[in-house]
């Protein structure tokens, strides 16, 4: 499996299209490195995470440019754009929203609150309409760009992004994307940052490999310690933005790797634009399985303008690590490419069936007819759902991979595994 991670692009209107964008070669070549990076590799990018600030200044017009530019980027590595996972960061608020004096109420409220009390009085704000509307208010342009991508953050039960993705040996690799943005405003400061408690859904298990992605840093959120605390017990790589620099720290049972922005301000004291690439394995052998990860942090030389590889201590180009995994007897099917960052029921409610026994030749077989289904156009998913009955009326208000997901909800549950083994192998 390959992840492709940027943060912090900085998408500004006043360079859409215009001749003297200082940062058209800076672009060009992270599009040219990225490919022949994943060339190099032999892989394409299963998922491409941006870790907040993909606009500067919240302005539809900024998305835009940003779509256009990813699009290219999707183009080069030879895959959709619909693989898009993303989160807000400071600069995908709407400042001039979140200045007026009913949100900075809000915002004080939040912030003048006792870190025992935090938990409880941010689910109850997210729980009452009026203020949750008003707290999500300065995200209204990032939301219309991210529904594209089941990425919509909507509370109170929606203010996290979840994709999950399996990997060769049929766990499940699962995404999530916290919120650090719902109380930003020009007015933040360190320590003063909070992430609602929906992160407690992150939940340790044989049959999921916990991945998150939060814009700032732990040293920018007021309630990290609990947060922290829960993340290390929970999720094995912890993927942040905002400060511009690339650390990467390579613990015990946790990963926490810290990104460059691909477009910095070029008056920042330390320009280092860079990106990075991740690859997670899994190897089995007498003592157990392992997942093994390799990060290639790339980052921007000045003369001649290109990106190279960063370096550990030994010289190597990679930074590499590995974790045991657990037995994986009995895992839960979860669907690819499912999201919780949605406001449809349809959407929600995705596949939970136990359709999956490693031990079991038959459910392996099933396994892998549902990886093929997903991968199969459009039209022919749409067939196949036809030829079961399984299509309902309300299928043509969801995106197709929610669909998809639904279709294969109904298949377990009407007991037509056998059926549409025998279709999708056709």
């Known amino acids: 499996m390959l992840l492709l991670h940027l ?83 400071n600069h995908d608020v709407n400042r001039d929203i979140t200045s007026s004096p009913i949100v900075q109420a809000l915002h004080k409220d939040i912030k003048n609150t006792p870190l025992s009390e935090i938990d409880i009085k941010i689910k109850g704000l997210l729980e009452d309409q009026n203020c949750a509307t008003v707290l999500y208010s300065g995200l209204s342009a990032y939301n219309n760009f991210a529904g594209d991508f089941s990425c919509k953050l909507v509370p109170p039960n ?16 699962t995404l999530w994307g916290l919120n650090s943005a719902f109380i930003s405003s020009k007015h933040d400061k360190k320590n003063e940052i909070f992430v609602d408690p929906s992160y407690n859904q992150i939940i340790s298990n044989s049959s999921a490999i916990n991945i998150v992605v939060c814009h700032h840093p732990y040293s920018w959120i007021k309630n990290s310690e609990n947060l922290r605390r829960h993340l290390n ?120 069936e136990t359709i999956l026994d490693t031990c079991d030749n038959e459910k392996q077989e099933t396994n892998y007819a549902i990886k093929d289904f997903f991968e199969l156009p459009t039209s022919q998913r749409h067939r196949i759902a036809g030829l079961l009955s399984l299509v309902e009326e309300n299928d043509n208000h969801i995106s197709d991979l929610e669909r998809a997901n639904l279709i294969i909800n109904r298949v377990a549950s009407n007991n037509l595994l056998n059926e549409f083994n025998v279709l999708v192998s056709k």
């Not at 999950?164 to 499940?172: A, G, K």
């Not at 290639?296 to 190279?308: A, D, L, S, T």
């Open 7 to 89: 943060s912090d692009i900085h998408f500004k209107k006043s360079d859409y299209n215009s001749p003297m964008d200082v940062n058209q070669q800076l672009r060009q070549q992270l599009v040219s490195d990225a490919s022949a990076m994943c060339r190099k590799l032999g892989k394409k990018p299963d998922v491409i995470i941006i870790s907040g600030d993909i606009a500067y200044a919240a302005d539809p017009a900024e998305y835009d440019f940003a779509k256009s530019w990813l699009n290219q980027l999707c183009s080069a590595c030879g895959v959709p754009l619909s693989l898009l996972f993303i989160i807000p960061g």
């Open 158 to 173: 929606n203010t996290t992004t979840k994709r999950d993705v399996v990997l060769s040996d049929n766990r499940t690799v």
């Open 233 to 352: 017990d929970t999720a094995i790589i912890h993927i942040f933005g905002h400060e511009h620099t690339n650390r990467i720290f390579l613990g015990t049972d946790y990963v926490e790797i810290s990104a460059s922005a691909v477009m910095p301000d070029k008056q920042e004291g330390d320009y280092e634009p860079g990106y990075n690439l991740i690859e997670l394995d899994v190897s089995s052998d007498e003592n157990g399985e392992k997942l093994f990860a390799q990060f290639h942090i790339r980052e921007w030389q000045k003369n001649p303008g290109r990106f190279r590889a960063k370096q550990d201590r030994q010289g190597n180009d990679t930074f590499k690590h590995s974790f045991d995994l657990p037995c994986q007897e009995n895992l839960t099917w979860i669907a690819p490419y499912s999201t919780v960052a949605t406001s449809s029921p349809h959407q929600r409610n995705l596949i939970t």
